[in-house]
């Protein structure tokens, strides 16, 4: 109680201790969209479903997330984060609750869609941060945090392959559901109480999402770049689960949680980048990220039954997507400072309905044409993210327009 009243009497700035709690608190939520993907072929297995069946519970929790994204996340921006933050916690536990009980394919189906909803806690985190960060170091400490989100999408996928060979796919749900309501419990303590910024009904507030877009050109073309990234992402580890399973590599569901941690590099390099953001080289390093992905997917498509070659490429994409992914979204916060809850709304809304359907498509490729097949539509998303980044920058779509408030 004498931390809730000391955090309400005082301006709260970010500290790197903060940084860190929000890191894990971000991670430990976002991971809850990614612990049923290493585990498809076996999902799929017990349901009695095809590779693509399997798939569609990821494109489910992508775009049930994209919905609490767009219809939850705004409401950052008028109230109390420090109730609205620990109260989605405790509903994804829930549904992830539900999802270690269900009794069949569809009702999974539902429960993965309500994962989805209701951990976003990690895209309210995150704007927060921008917050309460001093502009020296917001993309530092931004930076932070998302490296924190994405060492959970990365732990996640080991801890629940490891789960998963030792006690089944139900059990990683369950485990997932008591820290997710440890986690909710430990942040309605400690969050720090930040007057909301504007006092929008809700209709309106959802429309002015809509507006930021409108009102920046910066955003809009930010966004562009954002959906590329996110919708290879997910098509690359989607169809992955499939590749590392299947004959010459065959691995165990263990051993594909594993591959996850070559990704850890990514979340290093998404640190980086926000040092990079601060030192104002967003804009050049983006591009360099690009190279990298177009790179990432080529190594791929040669490598494909090759275990070492799919490392270096998952190495490589990570870094490429994660570092872009934190530079755009450090950019949008300076963008649009009055509206950061409502801009990281529309940003991740958009990245993951082109991550929904990157996991769609993925699938459906793998299913008629193979890994090559995938690897090649892979490389034709990091070809056009390159031309917008390129159109973009020599035309000035990236930077802030002092004529918009």
């Known amino acids: ?37 290493p585990l498809l072929e076996l999902i799929g297995r017990d349901f009695e479903v095809t590779a693509s069946g399997a798939g569609l519970i990821v494109t489910l929790t992508q775009v049930g997330y994209a919905l609490g994204v767009l219809l939850l996340v705004p409401l950052g921006d008028v109230l109390r984060r420090s109730r609205l933050i620990p109260a989605l916690m405790a509903l994804s536990a829930v549904a992830l609750l539900g999802a270690a009980l269900t009794p069949g394919y569809g009702v999974f189906l539902v429960t993965s869609a309500a994962i989805g909803v209701t951990t976003v806690s990690g895209q309210l985190l995150t704007p927060l941060t921008g917050d309460l960060a001093d502009d020296a170091v917001r993309g530092r400490m931004v930076g932070i945090v998302a490296s924190g989100l994405l060492i959970g999408i990365l732990v996640s996928r080991t801890v629940s392959g490891l789960v998963a060979g030792a006690g089944g796919w139900r059990a990683i749900f369950v485990a997932a559901a008591a820290v997710t309501a ?40 930010t966004l562009a770049l954002g959906a590329c990234g996110f919708a290879g992402f997910t098509m690359f580890w989607t169809v992955l689960t499939f590749q590392l399973s299947a004959a010459p590599i065959s691995l165990t569901v263990t051993q594909i949680g594993l591959v996850g941690l070559a990704g850890l590099i990514g979340a290093l390099a998404a640190q980086r980048a926000g040092r990079l953001s601060d030192r104002g080289w967003s804009i050049p390093a983006t591009g360099i990220a690009w190279l990298a992905a177009l790179a990432a997917w080529v190594i791929a498509g040669y490598a494909g039954q090759s275990l070492i070659g799919l490392l270096i490429a998952v190495i490589l994409l990570d870094v490429a997507v994660q570092g872009q992914n934190l530079l755009n979204q450090v950019r949008l916060f300076e963008v649009a400072p009055e509206a950061r809850s409502r801009a ?36 034709v998303i990091a ?9 973009g920058r020599a035309s000035g779509a990236f930077a802030a327009d002092p004529a918009l408030p």
């Open 182 to 221: 440890v986690m909710a419990f430990v942040l309605w303590r400690v969050l720090p109480e930040v007057p909301g910024k504007t006092s929008l009904p809700y209709p309106a507030l959802i429309a002015s999402v809509f507006a930021v877009v409108g009102r920046h050109r910066a955003v809009r073309w």
């Open 1 to 37: 109680m004498g931390m809730r009243a000391s955090a309400s009497k005082q301006a709260v700035r970010m500290t790197k201790g903060l940084a860190v709690l929000f890191a894990v608190a971000g991670g430990a939520a976002v991971g809850n969209l990614y612990w049923a993907q």
């Open 344 to 379: 990281n709304s529309a940003f991740v809304f958009t990245n993951f309905v082109a991550g929904a359907i990157g996991s769609a498509a993925g699938s459906a490729l793998y299913t008629a044409d193979g890994w090559v097949a995938v690897c090649i539509a892979g490389a």
């Open 383 to 391: 070809g056009v993210a390159l031309s917008i980044w390129a159109i």
